[in-house]
């Protein structure tokens, strides 16, 4: 290795230093760079937001006044149909009164020839009324009659069932009850049989009614147990 002391270590440090500069430079004049950018980026975006604002207040006045217009050209056709309407209404108030007017008036002039041709009139009707009511009134009867028949009939004849069914039910009834009661089966009692151990001592192995082993007692526990239990012959006596 060369030492730097060497004419030849001290060009290699001279050039380094150079270079170090040199890109010293660069990210000098780089970061201005990139600064200039940055403002130049945020006056532009701060202007084009202006923009868009003042752009979207006058689309709104102007949407507000078109509305606004809108607004009083609709009442003011409302106002126009309704005092149309109320004309036309009034118009036809005064005809309908006058009209009134002279209905009454032609009903004062002659109300007695009016009365004299209805009551001429009504006699015949009333005449026709009665003959309707009266074969009505027939026609009713002889429904009613008939109701009355087919009613007893049927009353009759589920009489005549119902007595049958009972007949019939009595004599089931009969049967059954001479017929013999079917006696239950007898349970059967556990068996025991008798085992040895290996060390020789009597064993019971107690079997349910089905023949399953249940209990192996001892001999001495089983005797005690059946000293212990009295016969009804001996629970008797006392």
Same mark, same amino acid.
């Given at each position: 290795m060369q030492n730097e002391h060497t004419p030849m270590g001290e060009g290699a440090a001279n050039a380094v230093d150079a270079v170090v500069e040199k890109a010293q430079e660069l990210g000098s004049a780089v970061a201005e760079k990139a600064s200039q950018v940055g403002q130049a980026a945020a006056e532009k975006a701060a202007s084009v937001a202006t923009n868009v604002k003042d752009a979207a207040v006058q689309r709104a006045t102007?949407? &507000?006044? +078109?509305?606004?217009r809108q607004a009083s050209a609709a009442g003011a056709a409302v106002a126009k149909r309704a005092n149309a309407a109320g004309a036309a209404v009034a118009k036809k108030a005064a005809a309908v009164k006058k009209a009134v007017k002279k209905a009454v008036a032609s009903k004062k002039a002659a109300p007695k #020839?009016?009365?004299k041709k209805a009551a001429k009139k009504a &006699?015949?009707? !009333? #005449?026709?009324?009665?003959k309707a009511v009266k074969k009505a009134a027939r026609k009713v009867v002889r429904k009613a009659k008939a109701a009355k028949k087919a009613v007893k009939k049927a009353v009759k004849k589920a009489t005549k069932k119902v007595a049958r069914k009972t007949k019939t039910a009595k004599k089931a009834v009969k049967k059954s +009850?001479?017929? !013999?009661?079917?006696?239950? +089966?007898a349970r059967k009692k556990g068996r025991r049989t008798t085992l040895y151990s290996s060390a020789g001592k009597k064993l019971y192995a107690?079997?349910?009614a089905k023949g399953h082993f249940k209990d192996i007692q001892t001999y001495k526990r089983a005797h005690t147990m059946d000293m212990r239990r009295k016969s009804k012959a001996e629970k008797g006596k006392k």
């Open positions: 102007q949407v &507000k006044d +078109a509305v606004v #020839k009016a009365a &006699k015949p009707a !009333k #005449k026709a009324a009665k +009850a001479k017929k !013999k009661p079917v006696r239950k +089966a107690v079997r349910d």
